[in-house]
C-alpha cells in the first residue's frame, strides 16, 4: 500500500502556531502520511495565487494525494469546507473562489 500524500498551502505563514497545530491534527489523525509544506507565506486572502502554485504543484503527486489549500481560512472560520475530487487527486478549501480560479474549464465533483 502507497504512503498517503497530503499537500499543505497556506497563508499563515511559517511562524504561525496555526500551522504547527493543523501539522498536529494531521498526524494524530493520519501518522503515516507523508505532509509536504509546499507554500506558507501566500499573501493573505490571495485565492488566485493559491490556485496557481497548486495547479503547477499537484500533478507531481500520485492519484490520491489529499491537497489542502488553506488561504483565507482561520480557526475561528465557520466555512464549511468542500471536498473536490478532479484528476484523480483530493482538494480540501473553502468556497472563497479558489476552485474555480484552480480549474476554470473543468467539471468538478463537489462534496460539502
Avoid at 511562524?15 to 502520511?33: C, E
Avoid at 509536504?36 to 507531481?60: G, K
Wanted: a negative charge; aromatic letters at 10%; charged letters at 20%.
Amino acid at each position: 500500500m502507497e504512503r498517503q500524500v497530503i499537500t499543505l498551502i497556506s497563508d499563515w505563514g511559517w511562524d504561525d502556531v496555526s500551522l504547527g497545530l493543523m501539522k498536529w491534527n494531521l498526524y494524530q489523525r493520519f501518522p503515516n502520511a507523508c505532509v509536504v509544506d509546499l507554500v506558507h507565506d501566500m499573501e493573505l486572502l490571495d485565492v488566485d495565487r493559491t490556485a496557481f502554485m497548486m495547479s503547477r504543484l499537484y500533478q507531481r503527486f500520485p492519484e490520491g494525494s489529499l491537497h489542502l489549500m488553506l488561504t483565507g481560512v482561520s480557526q475561528l472560520s465557520g466555512d464549511t469546507p468542500l471536498v473536490v475530487e478532479m484528476d484523480g487527486h483530493y482538494f480540501i478549501g473553502i468556497d472563497n473562489g479558489v476552485f474555480p480560479a484552480l480549474f476554470p474549464d473543468g467539471t468538478l465533483q463537489v462534496r460539502r
